[in-house]
């Protein structure tokens, strides 16, 4: 056998004399193969969630193994009849939700609820005359965290 199979050299010094002072020749070299190429794996399936059964009892829809629900916890709204909740005038936001809400209903086609003049050309124009003449016939809902509520007609907070 050479000597050069008998001492195999450490990897990277291929092409440099070893220490017993010959050459490693190419037949002596441990060429590698090329590695097989591996077949791209297929995904994984989701796995599939458990849904629970559902049955269908008389039209309403029920989980099963779920209490019915019962009747709420929370008291019916109150209506406070006497004094007044908030301030004794409408306040800006009131005012403005009560301008926007008429004006979209006389551009949706609504008859105007006073004489229309030249100057009134527009809806919002139109809506702002309505509502400091106490001509719109709508109401505030003024709402207390306690649930409490009172409707208060618009003329009365002007």
């Known amino acids: 056998m050479p000597e050069a199979m008998k001492h195999p050299t450490p990897r990277g010094s291929e092409g440099k004399a070893s220490s017993a002072g010959a050459s490693v020749s190419a037949v002596a070299r441990k060429e590698k193969a ?4 591996k077949a791209p794996r297929a995904p994984k399936p989701t796995p599939v969630k458990k849904v629970p059964k ?3 009892v008389k039209g309403v829809l029920a989980t099963a193994g779920q209490p019915k629900p019962g009747p ?3 008291k019916a709204p109150v209506e406070v009849v006497s004094g007044l ?4 005038h409408l306040t800006r936001f009131e005012r403005a939700r009560i301008q926007g809400a008429r004006a979209l209903q006389l551009s949706f086609g609504a008859p105007p609820l006073i004489e229309v003049s030249p100057e009134l050309a527009d809806a919002m124009s139109i809506a702002r005359a309505e509502l400091e003449t106490k001509a719109i016939p709508i109401s505030i ?11 208060i007609p618009v003329a009365d907070l002007l």
Do not use: A, Y
């Open 85 to 88: 909740i908030g301030p004794d």
């Open 54 to 56: 559902v049955k269908v």
């Open 34 to 37: 090329p590695r097989p190429t």
């Open 141 to 151: 809902r003024r709402t207390l965290p306690s649930g409490e509520f009172q409707n």
């Open 72 to 74: 709420s916890k929370r």
